[in-house]
């Protein structure tokens, strides 16, 4: 989910750079956003609001940062401008990407607004929530550790999936204790989902978990497949037919298919035993 920092981020940032702050103002900077958003569309501009979140951890939250930031996360869901949620998305990035270097007090704000708007009405809203999280992540991997740790206990499935899609992020698993403790969290949030009852799981919040629940731990069991392998196998073995559906949709994604299916074989034997 991530963006790497391809040419077309690079181009964007030195388009971005000289607006942020800039002596045009701030609709200018909005303007220029809107008008490369993407949006109303199916993909929005990802490499863009990356370059835009690069600018700000470089400059830092200061007082002009935090305005921007501030006004975008203002942004309301009905927005006559069917663009707008790009403001709250580009900001949401921002905050993870320059939270490594804030101050204590930018740092308790930035992590109160990623955390309210991780339950927003809109999915993009939300799913830069994980960006920024993974961004925070990428340069600060204690704090990433200790945020998802807590997050994952809330009880609001919205709040739980954002960990999931912040988890499953191949740069931050790179380090080994990293993953094993992100393999963790994922099973401490699984079994927060079989211990709903069935009948609330039809819940729209509870299905956008089932959702993440169904792709994210692969990602992580491929990073530490000696754990991740022991673990699903013991999951596997649940008498609950959700539990077992979302193993085998794990097992199913090719990361872990194609690299190892032996070891596949192995956990659809005890799924389907």
């Avoid at 204790?177 to 039809?202: F, M, N």
Wanted: glycine share 6%; with cysteine; net charge neutral.
């Amino acid at each position: 989910m991530q963006v790497k920092a391809t040419g077309a981020r690079e181009r964007a940032r030195i388009g971005v750079e000289p607006l942020v702050c800039g002596s045009d103002g701030i609709v200018a900077l909005e303007r220029y956003l809107l008008d490369r958003s993407g949006l109303p569309g199916p993909r929005g501009n990802l490499e863009l609001a990356a370059a835009f979140a690069d600018v700000i951890a470089a400059r830092g939250l200061g007082p002009p940062e935090r305005a921007i930031v501030q006004r975008w996360l203002e942004v309301p869901a009905d927005a006559a401008d069917p663009r707008a949620e790009y403001l709250p998305v580009c900001a949401l990035q921002a905050l993870g990407a320059a939270y490594p270097l804030a101050c204590a007090s930018d740092r308790e704000e930035a992590l109160a607004a990623l955390r309210a708007s991780a339950v927003d009405s809109r999915w993009r809203v939300r799913e830069s929530v994980a960006i920024g999280l993974q961004r925070l992540g990428e340069e600060d991997t204690a704090s990433f550790a200790e945020i998802t740790l807590d997050w994952s206990a809330d009880p609001s499935p919205l709040i739980r999936r954002a960990v999931l899609a912040a988890l499953a992020h191949p740069p931050i698993l790179r380090d080994r204790g990293a993953a094993q403790t992100a393999l963790k969290v994922a099973a401490d949030i699984l079994d927060g989902y079989a211990a709903v009852p069935r009948s609330d799981r039809r819940a729209a919040e509870v299905q956008v978990l089932k959702r993440g629940l169904e792709y994210a731990p692969s990602v992580l069991v491929a990073a530490v497949p000696d754990e991740g392998f022991a673990w699903l196998a013991r999951v596997a073995a649940s008498p609950d037919p959700g539990v077992r559906r979302i193993v085998g949709a794990n097992l199913g994604k090719a990361r872990l298919a194609a690299r190892h299916p032996a070891r596949v074989a192995e956990v659809l034997a005890c799924l389907n035993h």
